[in-house]
């Protein structure tokens, strides 16, 4: 008898898990560490956490557009598990991303805007590099929401990965911009079971480029996202 005990406490336990502490129906995350990002010059990002946050069917069931954020900044722990989710390597070996690329040409830069920068993602490194200092959240959309959204994610074409593959322009603009939907689902889904907000936008500044400079024969505007919570 006390082994059968022994036993059903052990399964107790396997089927408790880690997730256990969250909360499907609202949408939270398990409790966290939650490190403060230091905004230098490089922002050092951590790996997933391979275990945390809801399941892929409570995130899609959560799953919805936010207009409304708070200004308080993600974790170091959020900010990592959202870029990874945007365009984090998965596979090392051959290092292709956790969303896919029509022709694994992978044309999309992940531009973060902070109030404190703008910060480019290097995925290689899983880091965030400064290219900016400054508030300029309100070029990275058109609503008044990305100016307190703690996090404005911009995914940017480089066309020069099409040269020599015979693809007419406009199709380059409409390969960029599929790319850019699915990078932008999985930020999506990863808020949606870690407790987070987002939002896929289509709109942005027509400044954009010139912030970044970056030159517009080249470099296209493919989708945006606001994060917070
Ligand atoms: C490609 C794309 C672009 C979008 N652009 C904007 C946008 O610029 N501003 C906005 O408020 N919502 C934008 N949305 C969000 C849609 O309005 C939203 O998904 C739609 O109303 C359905 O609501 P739901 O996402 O909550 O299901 C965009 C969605 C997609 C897929």
Redesign the pocket.
Known sequence: MKELLALAVAALFVSCGPRSAGNAASGTAPEEVRTPVEMAETIALVKPELKSGLTINEALQNR??W?EYAPEALSLEELSGVLWAAAGINRPENDHLTAPSALGLYPLRVYAFFAEGIYLYDAKAHRLVRVKEGDFRKVSG??PFVETAPLNLVYVGDRSVYEGRNIPEEHQYYLCGQDA?GYAENVNLYTAGHGLRS?????VSPELLSVLELDPARYCFA?AQSVGR
């Open positions: 919805r557009s207009r058109a609503q939907a939002i896929t936008r289509g709109s989708l």
